[in-house]
């Protein structure tokens, strides 16, 4: 892969020493080869950030909108729950622009409807005769919250974290933001000519998009990286669907892979968000773009704990692509036993220091 | 007249509703009995449909067009069920929890419902513990009370509307059914509620036996 022979540079980040070494272990990671032990992501406990969500518990609608709003606010508070941490594997600090998932519909269409974590979308295509109205705006309200995010994290970062670019689902995510899930589902057998010329329109506007934000992370030296965490010198991007979780692998096949084909062209370093096992049911299909570098795996709740059932899963599209897993510290012993590490990148939530070094350790001798 | 019951249930599964329209209609005309229209061609595809979505071999499109296909249908059969005495199997109210706007998956609970012969009183998303209690307070003859959640943050809200039918005393009037990709029978066990199921087709068998239509 090209990537391997990017231009390389160091970013100075406070607690974060091994900025270079942990690089390199992605980069093999992406290779599917180790250089002393896989990449791993500890997401700590943080008493901080769990008060703050509290925080939003309360509040209603406009005053939850306007804390997201506010970039003042939210550049604080994510200070403050990095604030003299020391990052340990391949855990960085990251600060990405987040107005919710579905962000990318609304830079088009589309009131966000802020919850206390995350956003959803009030559906914005009510008739089929409106698509054409339909377009990117890169200077509606959403897009230019964005920007401001982005260029004033740019100012605070340096030495501290690094800065990322928001979540951006231009596929058939983003027709559902515009559609509603169930009325898309619908839409599919009523309509596939619409639902092409739609999904269509949202892939249309994201190299632009993207572009944007790249250049200007660029520009400040910064590296290429998103919500996931995982940042590379090249162009790094998170494709997904959850939608497809809904229908059949035809309909994927027919009007989600074309999308995906072209969502993914551009970049250096996909990772496939595979959410669950519906999304799971389509990777033959996701695999089959070559320029699916790796696979994100996340299991679902429920029934869908503990992760142990999913290692035959995971075994095979370890044969495939390097693959994340997210798991349960109490799961890491048997979750070693069963699988070879190789293409393995590990996300652990840890309360403490001491744990993280010492799960490090553990995972040395794998 | 088996040919038109055939052509029903091929419409209705295949979720082409003009052909169940005319199915449905070409069928009464011929003189076929409205239940026999109902329970030889109608449910039994809503049932199959079912059974193929438990199977993985149909997906929520294929679920949703039937189930319309079957509404489209109904909507010519039911003054005639109405003018013939049929009555429903059943009365059920269902909801998605308070905090909680996912309704796909209720949604299709309620269609399957109906499509196994259920009158169903669909309270919509987003729906607090007292309106539950209200609505089944209402309704009077209500046998099961479903309730649907998707977020591991809303699932505490199940808990909270079944304590809310012992506070009105009625929890020992109506059976309760629970479901919802998060909800486990473990759960379903320990806040008290009588059944659970992982989908549509599956809520159908609970619901048969809570109300006592199935062992
Ligand atoms: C579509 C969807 C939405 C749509 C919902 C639209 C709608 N009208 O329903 C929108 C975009 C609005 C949405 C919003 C949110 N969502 Co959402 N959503 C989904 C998604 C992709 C599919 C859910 C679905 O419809 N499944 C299809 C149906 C058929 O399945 P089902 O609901 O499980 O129902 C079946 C069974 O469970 C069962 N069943 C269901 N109900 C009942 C009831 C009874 C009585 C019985 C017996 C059986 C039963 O039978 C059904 C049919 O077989 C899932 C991810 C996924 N792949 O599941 C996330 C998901 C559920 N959402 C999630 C989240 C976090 C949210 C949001 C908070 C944030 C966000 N931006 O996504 C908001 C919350 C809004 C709110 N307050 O409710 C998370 C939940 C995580 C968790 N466990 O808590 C999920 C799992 C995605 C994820 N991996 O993060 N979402």
Known sequence: MSSQTQERWSVEIAGMPHFDQAMDRIYAWFEGEIIDRPPVRFSAHNAFVEQQKGHLAGMNAEERKALWFDVEYQLDMFERSIEGRVWHGETFPVFSPNLGPDVYAAFYAGDLIFGEVTSWIAPAL?????????????????????DELTMQALERCPGKYLVGYTDLHPGLDCCVGWRGPQQFCLDMYDSPENVH??????????????????DILKAHGQLSV????????????????DFSSLISPAMFEEFGLPILQREVKTMTHNIFHIDGKGVARHRDA??????????????????????????????????????????????????????????????????SEEEELELLDRIAKW | MEELLDGLYTAVLNGDAS????????ALNAGAAPEA????????????????????????PEMLIAARAMQSGLQILRPHLIAADVEPVGKVVLGTVSGDMHDIGKNLVGMMLEGAGYATVDLGVNVSPQAFVDAVEKEGDVDLVCMSALLTTTMPQMRATIDAFKHAEIYDDVKIMVGGAPVTPEFAEAIGAHGSADDAGQAVKVAQRLTGLAA
Request: aromatic residues 10%; contains cysteine.
């Open chain 1, 126 to 146: 009510k008739d089929w005769d409106d698509m054409d109205a339909l377009r990117l705006d890169m200077d509606n309200v959403y897009f230019r919250k964005i």
């Open chain 1, 197 to 214: 010329r739609l999904a269509d329109l949202a892939i249309s506007g994201f190299e632009t998009v993207y572009d944007h934000y790249d």
């Open chain 1, 226 to 241: 998103n919500w996931m965490g995982i940042p590379t010198f090249g162009r790094m991007h998170v494709p997904s669907c």
């Open chain 1, 286 to 351: 996701i695999l089959s773009v070559p320029e699916v570098h790796a696979i994100q795996w996340v299991q679902g709740m429920g029934h869908d704990l503990p992760i142990m059932q999913w290692v035959p899963l995971i075994k095979e599209i370890q044969a495939r692509a390097p693959i994340i897993i997210d798991l349960n510290k109490a799961e890491l012993d048997d979750f070693m036993e069963a699988m070879e590490p190789e293409g393995v990148f590990l996300w652990i939530a840890t309360e």
């Open chain 2, 19 to 26: 052909g169940a329209v005319e199915n449905v209609t070409a």
């Open chain 2, 37 to 60: 229209i109902l329970q030889e061609s109608m449910i039994p595809a809503m049932m199959e449909v079912g059974r193929l979505f438990e199977l993985g071999e149909a997906f929520v």
